[in-house]
């Protein structure tokens, strides 16, 4: 078995955390720009420590596991 946890969640935060997909967070116009497809230093910066304490929550304080696969 194993534990496709951190593969799952990992991806998903990638997808939702990309700067300007979805949220831009410090925007290059206002605090927050939406959508804006733009990726600064300091948004790509803000981005990956979102990401990193995000992941770390979900899957080890909150000990997430996905198991998949034929148990022997």
Known sequence: MQDW????VGVVLFVLLSPGLLVELPGTHRW???GSLR???RAAFIHTLLFFLLFAIVV?????????????
């Open 5 to 8: 946890a951190p593969v799952v």
């Open 32 to 34: 927050v720009d939406f």
């Open 39 to 41: 990726v600064t230093g």
């Open 60 to 72: 080890v304080a909150c000990k997430l596991h996905i198991y998949t696969g034929a148990v022997n």
